[in-house]
């Protein structure tokens, strides 16, 4: 029987069909180790995507254009509380530190996972990673345990190295290429100045991550200044940033360097860092270190945006 609501002579399968709804995901996008708001580092993260490949993943992460997106996804291993896949614009990484703070956050306020003696477990890239959970609410604070780490080699006779750092005056520790999940060189400062107005050779740098198959080059100073430990800036020149605003593995590999060489140190036990004021950033991370040297590495995390991503 014709549909009586059309114009005579037309029928209702003649009419355009409506395009299929296209799929929607939970979307948040985080502020990672801030110490003011907006100082820390921006992550997105992204829920309810099991049944995307990694070929989609990649271009969302590509679209978005953030340092990291990470997908949120059921545990396969029994022992975790749930799983991460993290993504640059351009590649898939098996671990960073501010993606996991930002997304241990975001898994315990959606309660996508429920914390079990205080802590949470990841399963990544890396494998099983702990997560501490210390204090509730605005407060709260999340640690992660960085992979173990190991020192490749030291000094500062690498021409590559020399011509990164240039002339630039270097502290107690001699410069160390380090590995634990990435690898950075990473270099001692004289003090804070130093680090704050340097002005780095990026095009340096950049070979020093091509010469040795590394993220890049690391800086930091010992402080005197009552709110931080440690100031520390990061070049990821491997990954095609210039700088990292708060960056979580490098700050581990830093620790893990210090654990290894001043065991009985002011800083033996953990310290404050902080990074990225430099280029208009304020973030601050806090590294802890266990008797046996485990690293963990973590800080504050504020949700900025929330609502839901639609992709196909």
């Not at 996508?112 to 605005?138: H, K, S, T, Y």
């Given at each position: ?116 003696d205080g ?68 270099a001692e ?56 605003p708060a ?66």
């Amino acid at each position: 029987m014709p549909d009586e609501r059309l114009p005579s002579g037309l029928s209702s399968l003649a009419l355009p069909r409506p395009p299929p709804r296209m799929p929607s995901f939970r979307y948040l996008q985080l502020d990672v180790f801030p110490a003011t708001p907006g100082g820390g580092n921006p992550l997105g993260v992204v829920f309810g995507t099991s049944n995307m490949d990694s070929a989609h993943m990649q271009r969302l992460a590509r679209w978005l254009n953030l340092v990291e997106t990470t997908f949120v996804l059921p545990a396969e291993d029994a022992a975790a509380s749930y799983r991460l896949r993290i993504f640059m614009p351009h590649t898939e990484i098996p671990f960073a530190g501010h993606p996991t703070i930002g997304s241990a956050h975001s898994v315990l306020d959606s309660g996508f996972a429920v914390a079990r003696d205080g802590q949470l477990i990841q399963q990544c890239g890396a494998g099983l990673l702990p997560i501490r959970i210390d204090g509730e609410g605005a407060a709260r604070e999340l640690f992660v345990r960085a992979p173990g780490a190991r020192i490749v080699r030291e000094g500062s006779d690498d021409a590559s190295l020399r011509a990164a750092l240039g002339f630039q005056a270097l502290g107690r520790r001699v410069p160390a290429l380090v590995d634990g999940g990435r690898r950075w060189w990473i270099a001692e400062f004289a003090n804070e100045a130093a680090v704050r107005l340097w002005q780095p050779n990026h095009a340096a740098i950049k070979a020093l991550a091509r010469a040795d198959a590394c993220m890049g080059l690391c800086v930091f100073a010992r402080c005197t200044n009552a709110g931080h430990d440690l100031v520390v800036r990061a070049f990821p020149a491997a990954a095609g940033i210039v700088e990292d605003p708060a960056s979580g593995a490098a700050n581990g590999l830093i620790a893990a360097y210090i654990a290894e060489r001043e065991p009985d140190g002011k800083l033996a036990r953990g310290y404050r860092v902080s990074q990225g004021r430099e280029m208009g950033h304020d973030a601050a991370l806090a590294v802890r270190i266990d008797v046996d040297g485990s690293v963990w590495v973590g800080g504050r995390t504020r949700t900025v945006i929330e609502g839901t991503i639609a992709w196909p």
